[in-house]
């Protein structure tokens, strides 16, 4: 059974991805999500809609035995199954200016965005390495490029996740393992549904927020056979924003 795990994938960006690939590819869907059930359970439901096959996983990825335990067991349950495609897309924010943030604020948005990249593509890139496959996709953001006001750590983090693409691109490369990141800018989710649209859409060339599917067929194409010649890349998605 050959399975593609998306973390964080209960909602937004990541239940795109989930349905995405199960509507582009024969993958068996491993749905990550930490807390609610129900919305990993309505993700499920849609990709078997789509005519796909899925499995929830609930762990925190920035729990790194907690993940490890999850994946572990996962493994011993499903012996035949093989992540052969891994998606970091789970990810928090906790806005706030750098002259007042939290010490706990910092680590929090570290721990979940730098730190859970490490945790779930360290456990699973053994078993790439030893298949000479895989396909990891790694979700960082428009913050990551060019910085955003409010969101110092945020960036800080996607930033390095970005640097680190590139140089594990550079390690595993010859394992047939390409490594890449997808950018999102403006996108319709639950972690933009505060921001004012009406305004910040006057900064996009595209003069609109884009939709979590328009994110989810560039990160398909890049988890997929077609993209074996793109690694170590970061794919811009903000309607011209920046790029």
């Known amino acids: 059974m050959k399975c ?13 991805i989930c349905i995405q690939l199960a509507i582009d590819s024969e993958y068996h869907i491993l749905i990550n999500y930490r807390s609610n059930k129900e919305a990993a359970l309505h993700t499920l439901n849609e990709v ?7 499995t929830l996983l609930p762990f925190d990825v920035s729990e790194r035995e907690e993940t490890i335990t999850a994946l572990q067991k996962f493994k011993e349950e499903n012996p035949n199954a093989i992540i052969e495609v891994l998606v970091n897309n789970a990810g928090i ?20 965005n730098l730190n859970g990249f490490y945790n779930v593509t360290n456990h699973l890139i053994q078993s ?16 990551a490029m060019k910085g955003n006001a409010g969101q110092v750590h945020y960036a800080a983090a996607k930033g390095a996740v970005v ?3 590139k140089s594990l691109a550079q390690e595993v490369g010859k394992r047939n393992i390409t490594v890449n990141a997808v950018a999102p800018g403006f996108i319709k989710s639950d ?3 505060t921001l004012d649209e009406k ?15 328009e994110v989810a067929h560039v990160v ?7 993209a074996s010649y793109i690694t170590g890349e970061v794919i811009n998605i903000n309607g011209g924003m920046y790029s």
Do not use: C
């Open 4 to 16: 593609a795990l998306v973390t964080g994938g209960s909602r937004g960006i990541g239940k795109a």
């Open 48 to 54: 078997e809609q789509a005519g796909g096959k899925a």
């Open 93 to 112: 924010t906790k806005d706030g200016l750098f002259m007042w943030m939290k010490h706990e604020d910092w680590n929090h948005v570290i721990d979940t």
């Open 128 to 143: 790439m390495l030893m298949n000479r496959y895989g396909r990891i996709v790694n979700m960082v953001s428009l913050a």
């Open 163 to 165: 640097a680190a693409t």
């Open 191 to 193: 972690m933009t549904h």
């Open 199 to 213: 305004e910040l859409k006057k900064l996009i060339p595209l003069n609109r927020f884009g939709n979590p599917e």
């Open 220 to 226: 398909s194409f890049l988890a997929s056979e077609k």
